[in-house]
């Protein structure tokens, strides 16, 4: 297996703050402290590129905000850094996804990735207009992806779906290169899309027993596409890391702590009504409670309380994140997506603490490592006189 890659995320929905931004999925964010702007999240994106994050994950939804022009702002205010853009299939033609897509990747450098977000929540997606029930747009979704990707080759496509059209479409200019195609869901529907389409098939942070059921299923289902081995693997987690474990921990009850009763109880109903499959397991995890929240050594799953989708961070010292990422390794997990409390300070913890710890492991190196500077000499004298 190769080395591991890790991404950070970019908090548009609602903004940032110290205590768990909730919502999502259908439930309304909670208030931050600092609300999204170009110069806050360019400051989050700037930190993870120079920390060695590899991409930046953007999410999509009536709760944040759209994640084609924000990522496409702050690719003016970065050099290196990727963006995973969550767009939704269906609520656009695939001809006009395909060529924003192009678009992105020639005019950002290749640095483009796309997270497909088919929707789990119908009383959502109405409010974009579009009324299918969730297998309905799974099959949408199968129909869209097949068409971007005969597209994004140049090809001429005259595609007559169930769902979809498309007379003599042809893209004027492809992306260069193709943009990696990231996508989750637990569902069986959600398990067809993946196994056709998709390079790397994303799971949220459930312990690794769980996960490698998970994996195990996906490389199957794409084994009987005729895909065997094409498709890599990602998790989506929060991370508290410090120097000890202990100082982990206290910041872990230091959030919970900002957590009211009366939220959880509002999350949790609003939640309860999603039609994720991912989202139930999720809610599984912290059964809408404050106690047993350590699900498994180290992963803690008191985020879900009041935060819709991804609800489980890895906590405790950098050894101790490193250890557990080591667990996923060996379930088949290569990427890591992740997210922290605020997210600037919390990249840094991770970036300075868990991925040299990594390094020394041998399982991570830097994507684009900075040269070190070298100190000037006083005028007038020798540099071995210094």
Known sequence: MSRLTFHWFLPTNGGDGRQVVGGGHGVEAGPSGRPASVPYLGQV???????????????????CEDAWISTAMLSQVSERLKFLVAFRPGLTSPFIAAQMAGTFQNLSGGRLALNVVTGGESHEQRMFGDFLDKDG??????EFLTIVRRLWTGEPVTYRGEHLQVEDAVLAQVPDPLPEIYFGGSSPAAGTVAAKHVDVYLTWGEPPAAVRDKVEWVRKLA?????????????????IARDTSEAAWAEADRLLAGISDEDIARVQAGLRRSESVGQ?????LNAGSKD???IHPNLWAGVGLVRGGAGTAMVGSYAEIADLIEQYREVGIEEFVLSGYPHLEES???????????ARRGLWEHPAPQRSTTAAVPFGASRAAS
Do not use: K
């Open 137 to 142: 747009r799974y099959a949408r979704c199968d």
């Open 280 to 284: 139930s397991r999720m809610l599984e």
């Open 223 to 239: 084994a009987d596409e005729g895909r065997e081995g094409e498709v890599r693997f990602g998790i989506r987690l929060h991370t």
């Open 45 to 63: 994106a700037r930190s993870a590129e120079q920390l060695g994050f590899e991409a930046a994950l953007t999410p999509t939804g009536a709760w």
């Open 292 to 294: 047993g929240l350590e």
């Open 348 to 358: 840094y913890w991770f970036g300075e603490g868990v991925l040299p710890e990594l």
